[in-house]
């Protein structure tokens, strides 16, 4: 099933440029298996919607058009489940069927291209179409990087440079970019990405010439040193001080957990708003207060949290490979399961009517009544935990589809598993307009979800 929008129509709205990403390898997590986790928070005028690209065979010579580019197409096109803006075909972050997770954040640079050029979403679909590892889909983003560069920052918003979190179960890098040059880190253990740039000297791999170019310039001296890729070509931006407090809050509950990070630690991350700091910020209130990795539309921000996905990149005999994805601020939404067996249900690719744009309403609803707010927030923690078990007992029964070779039966049910989820979320929000609507007591929120009123 193709998205909507197309190759020739990217660039009709500019890219989201604000998010986050976080990556957990073996060594960092509870049970040995890599993790990931991504959001993207958008301007209130615009919405998410969720992807999934089947795998195809592509013919010998076949072109994919982007901005009057030219690029191959891969022999194989990888199928892969991930987040995009409405209206364009770039993916803010996903996961493809060889266990290959990329995603993007926005960067601004020193350096300005005038030519064309591919935006981060672009790119980063790219490489969940072709790589088959993480040091592979380095490789292609560093080179489309040094080869095409940015496109022009009208069309790439705020931050119109790069930044990359690519992982499979064994490795990841980080990724910054400044024009055509470029800069990776190898992840030890477990890494955060943000909207600043953090790669300093400490640089694994960089574009030739990057350094012959900021001596060139006077930036930085020509002594032999080892060059500070971000000190030296990272630009000014608004943001770079929430980026910074994002970064530095995730990093430190990912050092606080190393060793124990698990999905549900994941989630509480991806719904952190500094909790337990003086700093806290209530999602609820429009005082002011430094913008959290959860965020929330408030007085002068106009940024929500829109698209955020969580996955575990083992490859699992047993289990088929579940992609965690939540529309809307992750505190007070729920992480759907896909699976990429299964074309998704429309609800989840409708930017207009679907889980996204009812959740929005619901959110505004919600932010009027503080006790409406924390009950629904109950209510979906224990819908979460009702996915969490079904998904898993679907993963097996799936797997075991999959080497029996019931490919058609197994595509079948993984869609009826994503409607049924679908139908769980429906009952859920039917059970609240009641409540809302007839004034019924707290502990009716206790009730099992889809139970009759």
Known sequence: METRGSPAEAGGRRPAAWGDAVVALGPATADGQTLVAFTTAVDLGQSCLLIRQPGRECTCGEQLSIRGLDIPRPRHQAAFIGSQM???????????????AVGHVGLRSRLRLADAGLTGPELARLALERAHSARQAADLLTDWVERFGPAPAELSGPLPDHAFLVADSQEAFAIETAGRFWAYQEVLQARAVSNLGMIRQDWDRIACGT???????????????????AGTLAGESAGVASALSRWGRATLLLEQQNGRIDAAFLRGLLSDHYEGMRSQVDPLSEADGPVPLCQHPKLGQRHITSASLIACL????????????????????VFFPMFLEGDLPQPYTDPDDGVA??????????????????QARTSLNRLQARFDSEAQE???EGAALRQAGESAELQRLARMFMEHTLELFADALRSWSYARAHGARSDLWARPLGAGW
Do not use: M, T, Y
């Open 86 to 100: 409405a209206g364009q075909w770039g993916c803010l972050h996903g996961v493809n069927e060889f266990g290959v």
């Open 211 to 229: 350094a012959s170019h900021a001596i060139a310039q006077g930036w930085w001296p020509g002594d032999g040193s080892k060059l500070d890729f």
């Open 314 to 333: 083992a490859p699992l005999p047993d289990r088929l490979r579940i992609v965690w994805c939540a529309l809307g601020p992750p505190c007070i939404s």
């Open 357 to 374: 744009a009812q959740l929005r309403q619901l959110i505004e609803h919600w932010r009027l009544d503080r006790r409406c707010w924390h």
């Open 394 to 396: 679907f993963a097996a």
